[in-house]
């Protein structure tokens, strides 16, 4: 019923933004204006609030509906309506404020304005949460279902139908499969969906079957069959999408370029290539390291104290590490080990009960302490609050030779804290799993992310028992 009536939907959801904002308003102007927990002045009457209010609203609609916000979105993730939300809701209030402006209404109160901006995201934010875990949980329940045929039953196809099965939340059933070697696959995979018919069956399938998309995961030989299979499927109104042999070769999110009019797919295209994702995240690293060292100063003076009362020398650790571009940089630390020369702690891993240690520096190094300074790298540009961790040079080209797309993480700066240290790759853990981890983060960066990131190293602690 609701695969149906998915124009109906987007009608339903660009209503409910609106009745939502519209509600937000009365709110903002009650607790401006009624709540006495605000200064109450008010100079203008409600009827011209009212009326900036519903242009506020309107045009965020408007803008939404421009930015394809109401478009179908079963594929995207939470934090791509929280994106959207922001964008919708940030160009509405300029533009909001730019019309203020060329009016001249100059009394309408801006204290207001920003308590509604603030408060329509957060609603529109929730309430789309809760929207979209609704609809999750009915998919879950075999509501609402978009059903898949998939053409080529091989390792392509094999892989997507598993991952398939792991999402149950996206509400895709796979009919079956269509290929036209059936004895060799059939045997081997019984747990999966049937091969229902030969390649050119497709059409009858289409027409008997309430199929919505179309999957072509065949191999780079059948690259002849190609054209004829899409060619039937828009002559049914099916959606088609292609799964390339090579796909496992592709980043997650594949970007395709423009080439002297021929289309390419950028192997490694990443989030932070954007100029302006990398000022966002820029400037968030200045801001936050700015307010972590003034809310660490303390405990920064009490490890400062400690060392100098426990072990003669100096109170950093300054050591070479591999940053963006593969240039190098001194990563700072609280020295948690006795003076050596650089050569042994650059060549040389820390390990359990390592007799190098100092007492006060295992406690710092526990509890992640030691890496405070690591915040003064991040304002001089070395490194980000967040991303992959940077390794010393010595490991990095033996790494590079053993491990493969191990140098991809070098594309970004490096981070003191990052997707793989949140899901338990810290200290002496696997190289390999780390950077599956970097890799995933670097293709699939968002400023909620990172936010996300922050907030798990938060709330899991920072002591690491892998720290030696």
Request: proline share 5%; hydrophobic share 45%.
């Amino acid at each position: 019923m609701l695969r149906q009536n998915q124009r109906f939907l987007t009608q339903l959801y660009m209503l409910a933004d609106l009745l939502c904002a519209l509600l937000v308003f009365l709110a903002a102007y009650w607790l401006k204006f009624y709540s006495n927990i605000l200064p109450n002045i008010k100079t203008l009457p409600f009827s011209t609030y009212l009326l900036w209010g519903t242009i506020y609203s309107f045009s965020a609609i408007l803008i939404g509906f421009y930015l394809q916000f109401y478009s179908p979105k079963r594929r995207k993730n939470y934090s791509y309506d929280i994106w959207k939300i922001f964008q919708i809701q940030t160009i509405s209030f300029l533009g909001l404020m730019s019309m203020l402006y060329f009016t001249r209404e100059v009394h309408i109160s801006r204290e207001f304005l920003a308590i509604f901006f603030v408060m329509n995201f957060i609603a529109i934010s929730a309430y789309r949460y809760g929207v979209k875990s609704i609809l999750a949980s009915f998919r879950r329940k075999g509501f609402n279902k978009r059903f898949v045929l998939i053409v080529g039953a091989g390792s392509v196809g094999r892989s997507f139908y598993s991952n398939l099965q792991q999402h149950p939340d996206l509400g895709y059933e796979v009919v079956g499969f269509l290929d036209d070697y059936q004895t060799e696959h059939t045997p081997e995979h019984q747990h999966m969906k049937p091969i229902i018919g030969m390649i050119n069956d497709l059409r009858m399938k289409l027409e008997k079957a309430p199929i919505d998309e179309v999957i072509i995961a065949l191999p780079l030989e059948a690259h002849a069959k190609y054209a004829e299979i899409i060619e039937v499927c828009e002559r049914t109104g099916v959606k088609t999408l292609i799964i390339p042999d090579f796909f496992d070769l592709l980043p997650a999110r594949p970007f395709f370029d423009n080439f002297a009019g021929i289309p390419l797919i950028n192997v490694r295209d990443i989030p932070l290539d954007e100029l302006s994702n990398r000022i966002l995240k820029r400037w968030f690293d200045i801001a936050f390291s700015i307010a972590a060292i003034i809310v660490t100063s303390p405990i920064m003076l009490f490890a400062v104290i400690g060392l100098k009362l426990t072990s003669p020398g100096p109170i950093l650790f300054k050591q070479e590490r591999m940053g963006l571009d593969r240039k190098t940089f001194y990563m700072f630390k609280f020295r948690s080990m006795h003076v050596s020369t650089d050569r042994v702690s650059d060549t040389q891993w820390t390990v359990q009960n390592d007799p190098r240690r100092t007492k006060f520096g295992s406690f710092l190094r526990r509890t992640s302490l030691d890496e405070l300074p690591q915040f003064f790298n991040v304002l001089l540009g070395h490194m980000s609050v967040v991303g992959p961790r940077p390794e010393r040079p010595y490991f990095v080209h033996q790494f590079k030779e053993e491990i493969p797309k191990y140098m991809i993480k070098h594309q970004i700066r490096p981070g003191i804290t990052g997707w793989a240290q949140t899901n338990g790759l810290r200290g002496d853990t696997s190289i390999k799993d780390r950077i599956i981890f970097d890799i995933f983060y670097i293709e699939n960066w968002t400023f909620f992310f990172d936010i996300k990131i922050i907030f798990k190293t938060v709330l899991k602690g920072l002591i690491n028992k892998n720290a030696y």
